[in-house]
């Protein structure tokens, strides 16, 4: 839907609350999918700037770190260069929308490429980001968020360790390791640079255990969270990914948890 309920201030206040007493960090809000920074329909395009600002109002009422954006789908018949400026412009809008705290740093979602999405590589991310922070920008630097499956399908090669070394040097020399403010850990059921995003659970798909478990262990993402967006039937499919994560986490540091099957006794 494109418009979202007003937030009571007293459950934000009771949300903020509850979280901080949980400890749960960090917190983050996804964009919508309805909306599309590159569109070059003026009706959807400041409809799209209107959620993203509202998304980051919201946010920062809910207390959240991050909030999470894909940067849209380009035109066939345009340039890239013109759609990714397109976004810079709208992004740059929405930020700069009134009654905002600044506390809460926007991260752009690396993509698929998947029907002309934006995004298909950390140059495309890096071109917005410029564009952004070299108009007068004030608030938090824009980052970005890392998405596995997407990554794969696009072309970085995460199932070996030279790809996945590669892909960070790639990523650090472009934007820079201080952009990356979150990883979402998704293996994929789509070949390597095939340009569709099709999410499966974690080592169950083409990156495999291997890649994902040492990508997981990386010394560089240690700081990180990982959050996945793998495939569920019930809640036990999430606990599953959860439990294989855990296992690959805790090998590292010789703390193996068994995992006989995929079943998980509650």
């Known amino acids: 839907m494109w418009k979202a309920k007003p ?3 007293g459950a934000a206040e009771a949300f903020r609350r509850a979280r ?3 400890g749960l960090a960090p917190l983050a809000v996804h964009l919508p999918y309805l909306p599309n920074l590159a569109s070059a329909d003026e009706v959807l395009y400041e409809k799209s700037i209107e959620v993203l600002a509202e998304e980051m109002f919201r946010a920062e009422a809910l207390g959240a770190d991050f909030v999470v954006a894909h940067p849209g789908h380009g035109s066939a ?3 890239v260069g013109r759609s990714l400026s397109r976004v810079a412009r709208g992004v740059l809008r929405a930020l700069q929308a009134p009654n905002r705290t600044g506390s809460v740093r926007l991260l752009l979602e ?8 934006l995004g298909i590589d950390f140059y495309q991310l890096a071109e917005i980001i410029e564009q952004i922070e070299t108009s007068a920008f004030e608030g938090p630097p824009v980052g970005v968020c890392l998405d596995t499956a997407h990554a794969w399908a696009a072309g970085y090669d995460l199932a070996r360790p030279n790809g996945q070394d590669e892909t960070l040097a ?3 020399r472009v934007l820079g390791l201080d952009r990356l403010g979150m990883i979402h850990f998704n293996d994929s059921l789509a070949e390597k640079n095939g340009r ?4 499966a659970p974690v080592g169950r798909g083409r990156i495999g255990s291997r890649g994902l478990a040492r990508w997981l262990r990386l010394p560089e993402l240690d700081h990180l969270a990982f959050i996945m967006e793998t495939p569920r039937a019930t809640e036990a499919d999430d606990l599953i990914n959860m439990a294989r994560a855990k296992r690959w986490r805790g090998s590292a540091q010789g703390e ?3 995992m006989k099957s995929n079943k998980i006794n509650k």
């Open 7 to 9: 937030l009571d201030s």
């Open 20 to 22: 901080s007493e949980a």
């Open 77 to 79: 018949d345009e340039p």
């Open 110 to 117: 690396n993509t698929s490429g998947q029907r002309g999405e």
């Open 170 to 172: 790639e990523l650090d």
């Open 196 to 199: 569709r995003d099709r999410h």
């Open 256 to 258: 193996l948890i068994p």
